[in-house]
């Protein structure tokens, strides 16, 4: 029910408070001798060159969808595991087919060269 | 006023808050953490529902998992520059009008239909909608939907590789 | 509507006292581990501030507030700001519905050590809130707009959702054992010397790799690998807000300490029958010395992180990826069919 989440919802909202209190005290408390030195981006004492945004590896991007499609099948599992013995074999069937089709994926991204970091 | 009333009208104001900060943020990285924040919400909403586990996976894929994938890909491509993302083609903000005001009408018709009862959560769903009882009929009743859904995301691995070579190459 | 605002007041003080405790956990742990990292390197380590230094950890925090905030020009200062506040927020949150002891009566009240740790959806929040850590990172490396910081950033953020996977499979395996996502339930089957450990030791090292990788601590600290990246994604933090990161690494590191206790090691479970020493059930001072044998077992799991930190030398990031994708992932499947298969089996 609704009133055993209250704890956990002020929990998370008691975090987020007390972690932005931390900042304006971080930034009220803080000595301000400000040069502008100081404010240019640190990049090893030498003049910034050009933009940090660029275009980065498209490497990443494959991790991060690899990631949403093995965190979804997870997900699926969470409420087989917890029935496990209830279940019976027919859902533990089912199971492994559900994981050998995705593990076809995973070996065609193997053999495909997406989980080669070079 | 019920703790769930409450809960409902501070979650939904707030929802419809980070919602529009969404599509009028110009910064793309605000727009999809207001999205994030709107996820959050969204999550509580559910919580209202008794539907825990939608609630968990609310957060854990979409603001987890799909939300990095858009920050991303926004990083990826470097979307700072506001000016490129103006709409300038108008079929869509047409389509966008019809489909709002399809909103509307849906929203006028439950509002009449169900005027006369006061709307409650029925007594099952408490039941139904935890991780146990999901388990119960998703790997029994459900269970040909389930291994489809495997397919469908394979196709999505596959699909993924095969977009990110043809870049690559 | 009374009733509500009792829980309300419970779980406002036990989020305080939680909040108190984290704060005083990343303060024993930095100064363990400034100590033992002298002890293997052969120094003194810190030893002016109080006996034996022991006040070295408050004199830390109190200079970093008193240091300047110095936000660079060219960075997004709103998100710079926000990028800090989500690390250290999640990392208190986590904390809610980790179980720190069973109940005792009080008042005619059933109080639970823990904030909410009888939830249905334990495990799911956790991994729900450590998944939105990420934003923390990938933002203060992005919203810095420096080079270091953005590589750290997404080193770090690739390499956190990588590990994920695997432990939310090692997981599964413990909620096959026992049945449940309740993490006070979890730590009830586990009585009697049933740790999960035993039945779970494949799983066990999985879950162990992916949270050493998961805290971007050695040999995973890829993100902040000072000798490329500077200190990366908090390259450019000064003051409080690079401690507030510096905070939520040390809490994240007794959260996943707190974690690994609950799941595989009996948690809260006293080493014995509380009967046996005249403890009743439902008594304070059970649930303290349950809450004392589960933060001795984070301290000595803390201390196993800190020793691995300055025994294993850092992973290339190749083999960092290799190791997540190629490794983890495979076996902690292969440990979710084993665990179902031995289940049916006997």
Known sequence: MLIEYVPLILMVIVGFVLAVVFLFAAEWLGARRTTREKQTTYESGMIPVGNARQRFSVKFYMVAVSFIVFDIEVVFLYPWATQLTTLGLTAFIAVIIFIVILFAGYFYELVKGGFNWD | ?169 | MEELGWILLEALIKALVIFTLILLAAATLVYIERKFSAFIQNRIGPNRAGPKGLLQPFADVLKLFMKEDIVPDAANKNLHRLAPIISLGVAIAVYAVIPLGSSFELAGRTIYMGVAPNVNIGILFILAMTSVGVYGITLAGWSSNNKYSLLGGLRSSAQMISYELSMGLAIMGVIMVSGSLNLNDIVIHQSGWKWNVLLQPLGFIIFLVSAFAETNRTPFDLPEAEPELVGGYNTEYTGMKFGMFFLAEYGNMATSSALIATLYLGGWQLPFNPEWVGLQEGSVWLALAQFASIVIKILLLSCFFIWVRWTVPRFRYDQLMNLGWRVLLPLALLNVIATGAVMFLI
Do not use: C, W
Request: aromatic share 10%; glycine share 4%.
């Open chain 2, 1 to 169: 006023m019920s703790l769930t009333f409450i809960f409902f009208t501070v979650l939904a104001i707030l929802a419809i808050a980070s919602a529009i900060v969404t599509i009028t943020a110009r910064n793309p990285v605000i727009s999809a953490l207001s999205l994030v924040f709107h996820f959050f919400m969204l999550a509580g909403l559910y919580l209202t529902l008794n539907a825990q586990f939608i609630a968990a996976i609310q957060i854990l894929v979409y603001a987890g998992a799909i939300m990095v994938l858009v920050i991303f890909v926004i990083m990826l491509l470097n979307l700072g520059d506001e000016e490129k993302l103006k709409e300038k083609f108008n079929l869509r903000k047409v389509i966008a009008v019809l489909l709002a005001s399809v909103l509307i009408i849906q929203f006028f018709l439950i509002y009449l239909l169900t005027r006369s009862g006061k709307i409650e959560i029925a007594e099952n769903t408490a039941k139904l909608s935890t991780v146990q009882s999901i388990g119960q009929v998703l790997f029994s009743e459900y269970l040909l939907p389930f291994e489809a859904i495997g397919l469908l995301l394979l196709a999505a691995i596959i699909g993924a590789i095969v977009l990110a070579k043809r870049k690559l190459t």
